[in-house]
């Protein structure tokens, strides 16, 4: 499991995990264009790709931004979000397995 770490004073991530999705939110605390933008990079690298349903974004009013990610592409969107430097941190978590 991918362990990430992320400024908490510019925006506030959540993740609700699915059967073969996995839902982030975004919540920004202010307006934030130069994260948009970042947004808008992440978007076109997986559009370019042949997969259409890997990754989805939607904008939502009030500074909330929201992926759907395909369970086989979250750690290539986590990586995404660090490469563009909207994560300051990543590492792998160890599992429990008893």
């Given at each position: ?8 004073e ?20 202010e ?10 990079l992440?978007r ?16 939502h ?21 660090f ?14 397995k008893?």
């Amino acid at each position: 499991m991918l362990k990430y770490i992320y400024d908490k004073e510019r925006y506030t991530i959540t993740e609700n995990r699915h059967d073969k999705d996995i839902e982030i939110r975004f919540k920004l605390n202010e307006p934030d264009d130069s994260v948009v933008q970042r947004f808008r990079l992440i978007r076109d690298y997986f559009d370019r790709n042949e997969v259409h349903t890997d990754v989805l974004y939607y904008p939502h009013r009030n500074q909330d931004y929201q992926w759907i990610i395909r369970n086989d592409y979250y750690t290539d969107f986590i990586l995404a979000l660090f490469k563009y430097r909207l994560l300051e941190s990543v590492s792998w978590e160890a599992e429990n397995k008893r």
